[in-house]
């Protein structure tokens, strides 16, 4: 089983559309997860952090699941600029601040 | 606003060199990373590094590699012999005294190139 698992996409959604992405992971000792954007050929750059009571930032709602070791992402009113690779991400155990990535899911949003 | 940065923003070397990939993480930063994306597949992390020393590694992070911060600034990563299989988007990542789920910064790459 890989350690982060996503759905890699494409997802081909117009302006304005809501679209979820979800993710699992097999290391039931880590401890931190994120959600990370990386735009094409750039570093990834942190999108939110997500906990178990749920967090929302703006258009942007991330779960958390432990006991299913399951993580999303909701993206309401897509814009063009939300056009991106959204990168599934875990500490590697507890007290390890190093960080395991999913290979990403790849978002277009369209005109 | 502060950032990781990185050079040379490509590099390319012949099978068999050593090269050194250069970083300078956030200046109030205590814990430094490097990451590298081959092309098309996901980031790995490679190695951790905190008080001087190395805090953590991968099973990629063999005897080829080596990570020193010669400086107050620097931190660097020493690839001793370049295989092809090297050739990779290499990410220096920096991260404040937080907890663990302190957000790593991460610099714009080294687009390592093995010929």
């Known amino acids: 089983r890989k350690e982060v698992e996503q759905d890699p996409g494409p997802f081909n959604v117009p302006e304005g559309a809501t679209v979820a992405f979800n993710c699992t992971y097999s290391n039931s000792a880590s401890q931190s997860f994120f959600w990370y954007r990386q735009d094409c050929r750039k570093e990834p750059k942190l999108l939110m952090s997500?906990?178990?009571s749920g967090n929302e930032d703006g258009r942007f709602t991330a779960q958390l699941n432990r006991a299913s070791q399951y993580i999303s992402l909701l993206i309401r009113d897509s814009k063009l600029s939300d056009s991106a690779t959204y990168l599934c991400?875990?500490?590697?155990?507890?007290?390890?601040?190093?960080?395991?990535f999913g290979s990403g899911t790849r978002l277009q949003v369209q005109p | 606003e502060p950032e990781v940065t990185q050079t040379p923003s490509h590099q390319v070397t012949q099978m068999g060199q050593e090269v050194i990939l250069r970083c300078v993480p956030i200046?109030?930063?205590?814990?430094f990373y490097w990451y590298r994306q081959i092309l098309g597949q996901k980031v790995e992390f490679l190695v951790s590094?905190?008080?001087?020393?190395?805090?953590?590694k991968s099973e990629i992070f063999d005897d080829q590699f080596s990570v020193e911060r010669p400086d107050g600034s620097n931190f660097t990563l020493k690839i001793r012999s370049t295989k092809l299989e090297d050739s990779a988007m290499y990410f220096c990542?920096?991260?404040?005294?937080?907890?663990?789920?302190?957000?790593?910064?991460f610099g714009q790459g080294t687009r390592l190139t093995v010929v």
């Open positions: 991400v875990v500490s590697r155990g507890t007290g390890r601040r190093a960080l395991t």
């Open positions: 997500v906990y178990s």
């Open positions: 590094f905190y008080n001087n020393e190395i805090s953590e």
């Open positions: 990542a920096s991260s404040d005294w937080g907890g663990e789920d302190t957000e790593a910064f």
């Open positions: 200046s109030n930063h205590l814990y």
